[in-house]
């Protein structure tokens, strides 16, 4: 029963992604660097409040029984979708900071407490490697903060290698999309022009 009510959601997922024109086709550089032949724009998606609470709160029952005290993203992709998600859990929402000055790569900043000793639920919009959702984690985890969990609306990973979490790990909608090294990339020996859209 529940992996029908998870093919379910996801479905749903996929729909709103597709409806809210989330879903880009063409020729991309990813944030990891990677290319690819779709792009997944969830901004789209969570510029609807309908939609963003919708995705929040299907989110946020992934999570309900691990007594999650904060929901930190990542920005940019994270920044709306922490709030929604910690909306619906009744905590309180935060996002870091991209920042070359860390050894992580991310900063809270903007007066948000430290986490010390709080169980924190880290949110992205989209999985590609997990680079980004990993380095997060360790930036926290050196605060002092207990990572209960890792949360996206879409994973999009060629396959599972590369991502290693030992906490709880789940995701709305697995995507599978074709992921290319810069130099091996078939759009690219086509001379397909490249677009570089963002954080997705």
């Known amino acids: ?38 792009y997944l724009q969830c901004a789209r998606l969570l510029a609807i409040p309908r939609e963003a609470r919708a995705v929040g ?13 904060a929901v930190v993203g990542p920005a940019l992709g ?7 998600v910690a909306d619906a859990l009744g905590v309180p929402g935060y996002f870091a900071e991209k920042s070359s000055d860390a050894p992580n790569g991310f900063l809270l900043r903007r007066g948000f407490p ?13 999985i590609t490697t997990g680079g ?13 903060a207990e990572i209960v ?11 599972d290698e590369g991502f290693v979490s030992k906490e709880a790990y789940r995701a709305l909608v697995r995507i599978h999309a074709r992921l290319y090294q810069e130099e091996n990339c078939p759009l690219c ?4 022009p490249l677009d570089r859209p963002g954080s997705g």
């Open 57 to 69: 709160k299907a989110l946020a029952e992934e999570f309900r029984n691990h007594n999650v005290d």
């Open 132 to 144: 980004s959702i990993l380095r997060l984690r360790n930036y926290l985890r050196g605060l002092g």
């Open 189 to 192: 020996a086509k001379g397909l």
């Open 1 to 38: 029963m529940k992996n029908e009510e998870s093919g379910r959601k996801g479905k749903g997922i996929e729909e709103a992604l597709e409806r809210t024109g989330a879903v880009l086709t063409g020729h991309f550089r990813l944030a990891s660097g990677l290319h690819s032949d779709r």
């Open 114 to 126: 430290v986490p010390r000793g709080k169980r924190v639920l880290l949110v992205e919009d989209v």
């Open 149 to 159: 969990g890792i949360g996206a609306i879409v994973d999009r990973r060629a396959n």
């Open 78 to 84: 994270g920044v709306v979708l922490s709030f929604v």
